[in-house]
């Protein structure tokens, strides 16, 4: 079945306290990209990535780290978690067709993380 | 970006059709227009996308405006399942990594 997959789903931390959630995709899409979703703002794109060793930043980048050393897996870096990054994420993937623009996208079911 | 414009929500019956508009009136020649739709405690899920003509897929219908300043997705006969909220975005095919800008969307509330 194809699906993104996203883990841990639910996480209550504290802050400062390192935390990777991790993304994986079995659909061999070039495209993947982390969203935040907050009531009243609606989702916002953290980082993403065209392929293997390319990412590049989104709207809200700051305090999030990613990486791209596979093709199926894209983990989101939080080094030092603070509460204003309580949030739920979801992670996105996509092939990617001419011109640089992204098909489909295909989303995880979410990571909500509470950090106090 | 070019934004877009669409109502906070919106309410429908059962089995009846539903009209959710969309209004892009900057928007640009490359741009494509996409309709995504996000179930309670999901992530959004692809719905259905077009240019300039008519789309119609398993899920929905999209009527887009001569001018393509404006929107419509059509769900023919909505059923409880369709409550969600519903995002209209702009996709700029020109644009190399295009983000998706998601607005607020509509609420769609179905009522049996």
């Known amino acids: 079945e194809a699906q993104v997959t996203q883990n841990p789903r639910y996480l209550i931390t504290v802050t400062g306290k390192k935390l990777t959630v991790t993304c994986s995709q079995n659909m061999n899409h070039e495209y993947m990209s982390w969203y935040r979703q907050d009531p009243g703002l609606g989702l916002r794109q953290i980082y993403y990535s065209m392929n293997v060793e390319v990412t590049d930043k989104g709207d809200v980048p700051e305090g999030y780290k990613v990486s791209r050393k596979e093709k199926r897996n894209f983990p989101l870096i939080l080094e030092s978690p603070s509460p204003n990054q309580t949030s739920l994420y979801f992670c996105a993937s996509s092939l990617l067709q001419s011109g640089g623009n992204t098909g489909e996208l295909f989303f995880g079911e979410g990571s909500r993380l509470t950090v106090l | ?112």
């Open chain 2, 1 to 112: 970006d070019a934004k877009t414009t669409q109502p906070n929500s919106m309410e429908s019956n059962e089995e009846e059709p539903v009209h959710l508009p969309c209004n892009h009136s900057t928007i640009s020649g490359t741009d494509y227009i996409h309709w995504y739709r996000q179930l309670p405690s999901q992530g959004p899920e692809y719905v259905i996308h077009g240019l300039t003509s008519n789309v119609n897929n398993r899920m929905a219908s999209l009527a887009i405006a001569e001018d393509r300043k404006s929107s419509t997705l059509i769900l023919h006969r909505a059923t409880l399942r369709d409550a969600a909220v519903y995002y209209c975005i702009l996709r700029d095919v020109a644009e190399y990594g295009n983000k998706l800008v998601f607005g607020a969307g509509t609420i769609l509330r179905v009522k049996s």
